[in-house]
């Protein structure tokens, strides 16, 4: 049983195309962070939302606490967004932390 | 401010030996996770210390441990090495607890069990 599903597993995109990665989850949760894995190993955390929705530039995470379900959308896609996506749960009794097997993602110029 | 380091980088060890691992956090975060990322099981949390108590564990056995010292470094040590222990270790921290904090993660020190 996965906590956290995530879909698609790999996407590719041509440049300029709007992407989205979706992430579902079956935890009570308090947060959902959205994480971003480049070659080599570096991870950088892109958003924690709890409710509604947050912008980064061309970055959009959204998430519906009732379906259990967040989105990250990436604007007129870069070949430099070509990166390893992770979606995070918190479980709410704070004794779990739950990944997604993470969507790998390759924007082709 | 400096990042969240890790030491070292990169381990090779042999089958039954033990390692320490070294996270210093960004300076004033309180909270430090530990992470194992394999290729098969993808990220999976470890455990997680806020001043210096182990506030959360993994589902992993009890040859990893870890500790945190007052100034919010922390220490993850693996005993009696197994081959499946080869992956890649990443800790976080955060400001306070990771539930409601953005966590900024190290480079990870990535160990190699022959």
């Known amino acids: 049983k996965n906590e956290v599903e995530q879909s698609p597993q790999n996407l590719t995109a041509q440049e300029g195309e709007f992407i989205t990665i979706n992430c579902s989850y079956s935890?009570?949760?308090?947060?959902l962070h959205w994480l971003q894995q480049h070659p080599g190993g570096g991870i950088v955390s892109l958003f924690m939302?709890?409710?509604g929705k947050k912008k980064h530039g061309r970055l959009i995470a959204t998430i519906n606490i009732q379906e259990k379900h967040s989105s990250l959308h990436i604007t007129a896609s870069h070949p430099r967004d070509s990166a390893v996506y992770i979606c995070?749960?918190?479980?709410?009794?704070?004794?779990?932390?739950?990944f997604g097997t993470g969507t790998s993602l390759t924007v082709i110029p | 401010k400096a990042g969240v380091t890790q030491t070292p980088r990169y381990l090779i060890k042999t089958r039954g030996q033990q390692v320490t691992l070294s996270c210093s956090p960004i300076?004033?975060?309180?909270?430090v996770s530990w992470y194992q990322q394999t290729p098969g099981q993808g990220l999976q949390f470890l455990f997680e210390?806020?001043?210096?108590?182990?506030?959360n564990k993994g589902n992993f056995p009890g040859r990893f441990s870890g500790r945190q010292f007052s100034n919010s470094r922390s220490e993850m040590n693996v005993s009696t090495l197994e081959l499946g222990d080869s992956a890649l270790y990443l800790c976080?921290?955060?400001?306070?607890?990771?539930?409601?904090?953005?966590?900024?993660f190290g480079p990870g020190t990535r160990l190699t069990v022959l």
């Open positions: 976080a921290s955060s400001l306070n607890r990771r539930l409601t904090d953005t966590q900024y």
């Open positions: 935890v009570g949760i308090s947060a």
């Open positions: 939302l709890s409710s």
């Open positions: 995070a749960v918190p479980e709410n009794t704070g004794n779990q932390f739950y």
């Open positions: 300076s004033g975060h309180r909270s």
């Open positions: 210390y806020f001043s210096e108590t182990q506030r």
